[in-house]
């Protein structure tokens, strides 16, 4: 598997640019990788549910409530990105009675509330092998003008990102059950 040098260098060969030993090198390419691995990895990981960065909680209720609107305040877990649903249920009574604000979660439902959540993952050897071939054409494509000037170079980055991305989420779709949709409050209301 790779490391964060490794996924770097192979975004870095995909430009023809000179390959980094470390993130902290004193080089334009470590700099630019630098500052770009970490948002890149969190941002396409919350772009997505991916099924290796799935996580569940059951969440404790914090002893402050909201000052207004909701009965109770659930923080966060630390490595929290995005919140998912499960077959459009929460653990929530109702799920529109939610509300993510400030590092917790505001409901009216009581303690402990059960998630689900995409998790930030930076171990990138937790990573699924297609995730860090997405990553490693962001990074490439998030590079691209800085370390290459090239008009043909970005475009070529550009391109090979959305190719992965399309590939790496297809495939995880599959791997996942289907999905039903939450049934809307209008249509169960008559029941």
């Not at 964060?4 to 390419?29: F, M």
């Not at 960065?53 to 659930?74: C, I, N, W």
């Not at 790496?168 to 949709?181: G, L, S, T, Y």
């Amino acid at each position: 598997m790779a490391s964060e040098v490794d996924i770097c260098n192979l975004a870095l060969q995909r430009l023809g640019a000179k390959s980094i030993t470390a993130l902290t090198d004193d080089s334009t390419n470590a700099r630019a990788c630098n500052r770009t691995y970490a948002h890149a990895r969190d941002s396409e990981l919350r772009a997505h549910p991916w099924n290796f960065a799935r996580k569940r909680a059951s969440l404790a209720a914090s002893s402050t409530a909201p000052a207004f609107e909701y009965a109770r305040a659930f923080p966060l877990p630390a490595d929290f990105l995005r919140l998912m649903s499960n077959n459009g249920r929460l653990g929530l009574t109702n799920q529109d009675d939610l509300q993510i604000e400030a590092g917790n979660i505001l409901t009216n439902d009581s303690a402990p509330l059960p998630i689900t959540y995409i998790a930030q993952i930076t171990d990138p050897e937790a990573f699924d092998q297609l995730f860090t071939d997405l990553l490693v054409a962001r990074i490439a494509r998030d590079l691209a003008e800085k370390i290459t000037q090239s008009n043909a170079k970005i475009q070529a980055a550009q391109t090979l990102y959305t190719e992965a991305r399309s590939e790496a989420r297809r495939i995880n779709a599959f791997e996942r059950p289907p999905q039903q949709a939450p049934e809307d409050p209008w249509v169960t209301a008559r029941y």
